[in-house]
């Protein structure tokens, strides 16, 4: 029971993780709060469809949405350090301010969300003897109150659009990092040794040390202050 509810915990906590990723970009982008709130009523909606439908998607289907998440986390997080750095450069050279062209990448459904929210359905409704749509009603107010709650403290907090931007290139640059570190912690935890762990991951990390001093020039030649 303790194990059970110690899951579900981290599946909340998940959750609220992708909800303050839609947050960062509702609070920091010039959006009104009808809009914020029309946003976060999405999110509600799209979780009730999705607990009415996880009954009818059969196991494939499933373990196909986890095979292509790395492909939709990595184009996610290209978007995210791409636009955060035309963000961040438009504000601060031409005085600019695009978050409301830009802001989608942040708080948009985009597919890394709509899976993982579809999987923490799937983990609930298999973890809890609850109705599935009562599933997806929970989940979706968790996401309406959090992405409100905390997009009102980032409006108030009187942030730059450079400041979004930075943020954004913050976020892509951790998701390219979990990227390369967990897979190459789970294989680590399933070899034996260390030395065991697939050579690719090598060459993943040290291509992202070379995106890393690649994306800190490019954000010095086009004046993205952090």
């Known amino acids: 029971m303790e194990l059970s509810w110690l899951m579900i915990s981290g599946i909340f906590i998940g959750i609220l993780i992708f909800a303050f990723k839609v947050s960062l970009g509702c609070g920091l982008a010039s959006l009104s709060r009808r809009e914020t709130l029309f946003i976060a009523?999405?999110?509600?909606?799209?979780?009730?469809?999705?607990?009415?439908?996880?009954?009818?998607?059969p196991d494939g289907a499933i373990s196909g949405i986890l095979?292509?998440?790395?492909?939709?986390?990595?184009?996610?997080?290209?978007?995210?350090?791409?636009?955060?750095v035309v963000t961040a450069r438009e504000y601060n050279h031409k005085g600019h301010d695009i978050t409301r062209r830009t802001f989608w990448v942040l708080s948009f459904p985009c597919p890394a969300c709509l899976a993982a929210t579809f999987l923490s359905c799937s983990f609930l409704v298999g973890l809890i003897d609850v109705a599935p749509w009562k599933i997806g009603l929970a989940v979706g107010i968790v996401f309406f109150v959090a992405i409100s709650?905390?997009?009102?403290i980032f409006r108030r907090s009187h942030r730059t659009p450079s400041d979004m931007g930075c943020a954004m290139i913050f976020l892509g640059l951790f998701y390219i990092l979990s990227m390369l570190v967990i897979p190459a912690y789970l294989g680590a935890k399933v070899t034996s040794t260390p030395t065991e762990v697939p050579s690719v991951n090598a060459v993943f990390i040290y291509g992202f040390l070379l995106g890393i001093v690649f994306l800190g020039y490019l954000g010095k030649r086009m004046g993205v202050a952090f």
């Open 149 to 152: 709650g905390i997009s009102e």
């Open 67 to 84: 095979n292509t998440g790395m492909a939709l986390h990595a184009i996610v997080a290209l978007l995210l350090v791409t636009l955060g």
């Open 41 to 57: 009523l999405s999110y509600l909606v799209l979780a009730c469809l999705m607990g009415e439908v996880i009954g009818f998607i």
